[in-house]
C-alpha cells in the first residue's frame, strides 16, 4: 500500500475524558476485534492501567477504513511520561484532541495539546460524552476553537459510549489528516515510540518507518546508542502481532530484536540499517534521565533478594526505571531508585507490593541534585545524605507548571507556588469562569505533596501538568536527623535554605511524636552540617512494670513480654533507640501540618 | 506415695458482688453452693494428694472472696487442710467480724491479706468495692485484736480520678495502721472488661499525670521502713522476714499446686488450668474424678524465661547459671549501660530505676 493511503495519528485526551473508550469503538466499527474479543478498553491491558484508567505503555494498532491503513498510537496519559507521549505524536501526522463536553479542557489536554502543535500535527478536535445531562457542547466548543485557533463548527462531537459520531471521526481521519511524506528509496529511518519486553523473544520495538523499509534478517542498528540486532520479524499489531516480513515508509508496525535487555533499546532512538545507514538520526532523542529518587527497603531484611528481583524484572519492561543497591544505616540494605516522577514511582511501588508480594519501606522522595564540590567536578547527587555540607555551587531541577482553576481558586492557587518558591510565568483567562496559570517550580517542592495541597486547596478543581524545564542554581543546605546523638541518613533532606529552620522543626516535632519513649532520654535534633538548629526529646519512661504477677498468671504475663521483644524485633535500631518505620515518613507530612 | 510440692493455693471464688476491674474467676452469691464446693475441693485434694510434700510450707486461700464462704464451710476446709508454716487467707473488710477472725485463727491461718484497695470513699465507689473506708479499718483492728501478727493490706492506684493527694492520703491511712506487709498495684485497665470500657478513655487522659505514683509509692513505703522486695509488694523490714512466703514461691519458680475452678499448678515442668466452669467441676468431682483442666508444657526454654522474668520482680539478685541462655547478651550490655541492671557475672539484678522499668527490661533482656 502506498503512503497516500496510510494515515497515522494518536487520541490525546485528559484522564476520563474518554480516549481508551473512543479506541475500543474505533476497533469496533473496522471490526478490528470481534465482539466477543472485545473487552472494555482493550489498549490498556494491564492491570494496574486499568484500574487507575490511565495508559502507561503505548502501543499501536492498524485497522482498515475505506480502503485507508489507520495506525492507531495511543500514547501514555500521565505528566510523568511527556517525553514517551511526544515521541509518540513524533510517530504521527495527526492527533484527535478529545475533550469531555462537560469537564472542558484540562491542564494535561493543554499539554498534549501544545506537544501536538510542537510536532506539526494535524488537530482534529472532538467532544466527547455530548449525551451527558451535564455536557456543554457550545461552550466547550469555543474554547476549544480558541485554544486552535479554529471555528468551533469544526469540533465533531460524539459519544464514545453510544457510537454517536464516530463514523464522522474516522472520515476526519482520512480526509483531514495528510499521509506520511517520508522517501520511500532512501536510506531506512525508523522512529523507535516505544518497547516492551517479551519473555521468549526478548525485546519488542515499537517503530515507525520514516524513510525506506526494513525486512525480515536485515541487521539493523540503533544510531543514538549504537547497539546492533538482526531483525527476527517485523510486522504490525492488529491488534495480535502480525508478522509482515516487510514494513515500508509511512508504516506504522513492531520489530523483535532478539535483544535481552530493554535499556538498550531507547524510546525517540532511530533504526537504520548497518549496510545502509542514514547520515542523520531521526530529530528528538533525548537520554530521559530520572529525576525523582526514593528509597526502597524491605520491611523484612530477608526480602532483599526478591526485591532485587522483582526491581530485575520489572527493569525489562520499564527503560526508565532506575535502581541501584543502597545501604542505610537506620534501614539496612535496599535499593536507591530513580523514577520519572511521582506517578512513575507510584506505580513501580505498587507493582513490587501487588505483582511480587513485597512488603517495602519507601522514604520521601527527592529529586537529583547537581553539585561542584570546592575544587572539583560538577556531580549528581541523588541521596540527600550524600549532599556535600561544602560545595561552591549547586542545582535542582525546575519544572514548567501549567495549572487551570476556576478564577476563584486563583488567589489560593498563587499563594500556594509563592510558598513553594515558585516564579510567575504567565496567567490567561481560558474562558469567564477559568484561568491558565504558568509557574516555574523547583521540582523538589513539587515531589512531596504539592499535588495533593493544590487539590485540597482548590476543592479539586484545578488541574495541573508539568514538564522539565532544566537545571537552576539553587541555594541549598542539607539538614540531617539525629536521633539519640547519632545521625539517621534515611531522614535527611535537602531544602531551602531560607526553609530549613521551619522545616526543621516541624520534623523533629513530628519525630517526637512518632517515635514511642525509650527507657531513656532521646534527644532528636535536626543540624545544618554541627549546627544544632532544633531539639526535641523524648522523655524516658518513668515506669514499664506487669502490675502482678502471681501463680495464675504466669504464663500470660510470659506471653505480653515475649509479645513486647517481637514487637522492638520489628523496630529499626538507631542508636539503641527503637524507630517504628512510620518515622521514616514523617518527612512525608510536614506542610500538611503547618496548615 | 508422697511427692515433693510444697505449696499449695486453693481457690474460693464466691463473691457477693463483681468489681469491675476484677478479672479472677469470680461466681456470685449461691451461697447454697460453697458446700458443695468446698467438699469438691477436699476431693480434688485427695485425688491429688500424692503430689503434695508430707510438709508444707504455705497454702494460701484466694478468690473471688474466701471469707465470704459461709462459716461451717470455711471451717471444715481449713481443718481438713493440710497444716502448713504459712497460712494465708484473702479477705474483704465488709466480711471481717470477730467471728471469723477466731475461726480463721482455730482453723490455722496465720495470716491475712486484707484487699482495701484505697480509702477514699469515691474511688472504692470507682472500683465497685463493697466496704466503706470505715470497714478497712475495722476489720483491721479487729484481726489484729484477735491475735494476728501478720497482716497484709492491698492498695490499688492509678484509679480514674485518682488526685495525687488521694494517694498520699492512702499511704497515710495505709502506714497509720502498720501493717506487716502491704501489696501495691496500679490498676490495670484490662482490654475488653467493664471497667476498661466506662474508665478506659478517662485513665488514658490521666496517664501522663500518673506517671509518678509508682515512684511515688515506693518513696513513701521505703521511707516508711517497708523493703521493696518484690515488683508489687512490700515488707516491714526487721529482723522478721515478713514476705509472703507463699508468693515467694512462685517468684522464685518453685512447683505448686492449685486446687478449685479456674486453680493454676505447675509440677516438675507441666502446668495445667482446671477448668473455669463451676459445673464442670463439681459435676467431675462429684463422680469421683479429675476436673477438666488444659495442659501447657513448659519446657526447658519457657522456664528459663520465666525464671528470668519472676526472678527479676524480686530485690535479691537472680543467679545467671539459670538464666543465662535465655538472655541477650548485647541487650545486657546496653541495659547495664544505660544503668538499668547490675551484673557481677555470677548474678543479675536491676537497680533502681530499673526495677521501674521492669517489664521493658526482662522485654529486651529476652533472647
Partial sequence: MGQDQIRNFSIIAHIDHGKSTLADRILQLTDSVSEREMRDQLLDSMELERERGITIKAQAVRVRWKGHELNLIDTPGHVDFTYEVSRSLQACEGALLVVDAAQGIEAQTLANAYLAIENNLEIIPILNKIDLPQADPDAVATEVADLLGGDPAEVIRISAKTGQGVEEVLDAIVERIPAPAGDPDGPPRALIFDSSYDQYRGVVAFVRVVDGSFSTRDRVRTMATRTEFEAEELGFMAPARTPTGRLEAGEVGYVITGLKDVSRLRVGDTLTLQDRPAAEPLPGYKDVKPMVFAGLFPTDSDDYPELRDALEKLKLNDGALFYEPETSQALGFGFRCGFLGLLHMEIVRERLEREFDLDLLVTAPNVAYRVKPPHGDWVEVHTPSDMPNEYEQVEEPYIHASIIVPKEYVGTVMELNNDRRGRFDHMEYLSEERVHLTYELPLAEVVLDYYDQLKSRTRGYASFDYDLAGFRPGTLVRVDVLVGGEPVDALSLVIHRGNAYDRGKLLVEKLRQEIPRQMFDVPIQAAIGSRIIARETVKARRKDVLAKCYGGDITRKRKLLEKQKKGKKRMKQVGGVEVPQEAFLAVLNLNEDKK | ?367
Fill in chain 2, 1 to 367: 506415695m508422697t511427692g515433693a510440692v510444697r505449696h499449695l493455693y486453693v481457690h474460693l471464688p464466691f463473691c457477693a458482688s463483681r468489681c469491675g476491674y476484677c478479672d479472677f474467676v469470680t461466681v456470685l452469691g449461691r451461697e447454697g453452693e460453697h458446700g458443695p464446693y468446698v467438699a469438691a475441693l477436699l476431693a480434688e485434694l485427695e485425688l491429688q494428694r500424692g503430689l503434695l510434700a508430707p510438709r508444707l510450707e504455705t497454702v494460701f486461700l484466694g478468690g473471688g472472696t474466701p471469707t465470704l464462704t459461709e462459716p461451717a464451710a470455711l471451717s471444715r476446709l481449713l481443718e481438713s487442710l493440710p497444716p502448713a508454716a504459712e497460712v494465708t487467707v484473702e479477705a474483704n473488710p465488709e466480711t471481717v467480724t470477730p467471728a471469723l477472725a477466731e475461726a480463721l485463727l482455730a482453723g490455722g491461718v496465720t495470716r491475712v491479706s486484707l484487699g482495701a484497695q484505697t480509702f477514699q470513699p469515691e474511688l472504692l465507689a470507682v472500683l465497685e468495692r463493697r466496704a466503706t473506708p470505715d470497714d478497712v479499718t475495722r476489720a483491721f483492728h479487729t484481726l489484729r485484736e484477735a491475735g494476728f501478727d501478720n497482716l497484709s493490706l492491698d492498695l490499688i492506684y492509678g484509679i480514674p480520678g485518682q488526685s495525687r493527694a488521694d494517694l498520699e492520703a492512702d499511704l497515710d491511712s495505709a502506714l497509720a495502721l502498720d501493717p506487716e506487709h502491704l501489696s501495691c498495684y496500679e490498676l490495670e485497665a484490662k482490654p475488653g472488661t467493664r471497667f476498661t470500657h466506662a474508665h478506659g478513655a478517662e485513665l488514658e487522659r490521666q496517664a501522663e499525670a500518673m506517671e509518678d505514683y509508682f515512684e511515688r509509692v515506693v518513696d513513701r513505703l521505703t521511707g516508711a521502713g517497708y523493703r521493696w522486695y518484690e515488683t508489687a509488694n512490700f515488707c516491714r523490714a526487721g529482723e522478721r522476714d515478713l514476705r509472703s512466703r507463699h508468693n515467694l514461691a512462685y517468684w522464685l519458680g518453685r512447683d505448686y499446686l492449685g486446687l478449685g475452678v479456674g486453680a493454676v499448678s505447675t509440677v516438675a515442668g507441666v502446668r495445667w488450668r482446671t477448668t473455669p466452669r463451676l459445673a464442670a467441676y463439681l459435676g467431675a468431682l462429684g463422680r469421683g474424678e479429675p476436673p477438666p483442666r488444659e495442659l501447657e508444657p513448659l519446657d526447658v526454654e519457657v522456664r528459663r524465661r520465666e525464671r528470668l522474668m519472676l526472678g527479676l520482680r524480686l530485690d535479691e539478685p537472680l543467679a545467671l547459671d539459670s538464666v543465662e541462655e535465655a538472655i541477650d547478651r548485647s541487650a545486657l550490655e546496653r541495659l547495664e549501660r544505660l544503668g538499668l541492671t547490675v551484673n557481677d557475672g555470677a548474678t543479675l539484678a536491676l537497680t533502681r530505676r530499673g526495677r521501674f522499668l521492669g517489664g521493658a527490661v526482662t522485654a529486651e533482656l529476652l533472647a
